[in-house]
């Protein structure tokens, strides 16, 4: 797990919990530390640590930090930031739903925190959302510290279930309009890499999706090295599966890197900026506050050196064959002299 190493310094303000003083008029100050490559790791001064513990599935540690307000971490990546989540959110949600003509049910793979039910349930054409996560621990803890989804979790469209999100699709009769992916990063031991298979996809996902149906999966870290880890891949293994492949990106602040999302059908994405504004315009409540129809062309136009590796990209997704994202981690606490 990303690790929490707490220092005494010199500077003066407040510390851990908000009064982080030694006996000695010292700061007290803590800082989360995440190893993101074996020679590469982010940090940042935390306000206090709101909980750690272990569920049957996962770690998982809420923090409150200075930079990026509440953040949870699981597994030792952190999965989302109270003053940036919606910019992920937004990119997982409302591509997806405003390409499909008519979205109306709606499948979640994971999604334990709420967010994306809470995006989802701003589309006036919804009528109901599936959301399936195998961690009920998770679940139950996001409902009550993460105050801000607790409208989405009352919403009387979603049925929350839970359940691995593979045994669930293949156990329902019913298809979907849409189905996303807001799993876990694969991670070698974690509970999801399983969902990122072209065995999966193929056989489970694609069955699922009425006609003209969309699929869209968070794809992991897309920098310029860092998309090589597992958003290539995610894009060919689906590009052997769906007629029509759109990967696109963007930078989230307390991810420290651009991340990936990966949207698949076997009908055509032919909305230009305008008509995509024009649908989020019609069909969602509110505004968005990240995403509109010029930032999805900006997000979905790759760099040039991202293109050419995911034209190059032969490596195909599968359970003897899978591709991982870096470390898995231990939680622990160390002082600094």
């Known amino acids: 797990m990303g690790d929490i190493s707490c220092s005494n310094g010199i500077n003066n303000g407040n510390g851990v919990n908000g009064n982080g003083h030694s ?3 010292q700061r007290k100050s803590c800082w989360y530390e995440e190893e993101i490559e074996e020679n590469l790791r982010w940090c940042f001064a935390l306000n206090s640590i709101l909980h750690t513990g272990a569920t049957q599935f996962q770690d998982i ?3 409150d930090t200075k930079p ?3 953040a949870l971490v699981i597994d030792g990546k952190l999965q989302s930031a109270e003053i940036d989540e919606f910019i992920y959110h937004e990119c997982l949600v409302h591509p997806a739903l405003v390409h499909h003509p008519n979205p109306k049910t709606i499948f979640i793979m994971g999604g334990g925190e709420g967010s994306t039910a809470r995006e989802l349930i701003r589309h006036k054409t919804v009528e109901k959302v599936v959301m399936c996560d195998i961690d009920e621990e998770v679940v139950d803890f996001c409902k009550s510290y993460l105050v801000v989804n607790r409208e989405a979790f009352c919403d009387p469209r979603l049925e929350l279930i839970i359940n691995d999100a593979r045994a669930e699709l293949e156990r329902r009769e019913e298809c979907y309009d849409v189905i996303i992916g807001d ?3 694969p991670i070698e031991g974690g509970p999801c890499y ?3 298979t072209k065995s999966f996809y193929e056989s489970i996902v694609k069955p699922k999706l009425n006609q003209g149906g969309i699929f869209v999966t968070q794809a992991g870290p897309a920098g310029v090295f860092s998309h090589r880890e597992v958003f290539s891949c995610i894009y ?3 590009r052997q599966v769906f007629k029509y492949v759109v990967p696109y ?3 989230i602040p307390s991810y420290a890197d651009i991340w990936g999302w990966v949207m698949a059908s076997d009908s055509p994405f032919v909305l230009n900026a305008e008509e995509l504004d024009l649908r989020m315009k019609q069909r969602i409540k509110g505004e968005n506050r990240y995403l509109d129809g010029k930032t999805f062309t900006s997000s979905s136009t790759l760099s040039k050196a991202v293109r050419k590796s995911l034209d190059n990209e032969t490596h195909v997704f599968t359970e003897g064959t899978a591709r991982f994202i870096y470390g898995h981690g231990t939680a622990y606490k160390h002082n600094h002299a």
Request: glycine content about 14%.
């Open 194 to 196: 399983q969902l990122y």
């Open 68 to 70: 990026f307000g509440k």
């Open 61 to 63: 540690q809420l923090l």
């Open 249 to 251: 990106s963007a930078h």
């Open 183 to 185: 799993l876990a990063d």
């Open 23 to 25: 006996a000695g008029g």
């Open 236 to 238: 060919n293994t689906l």
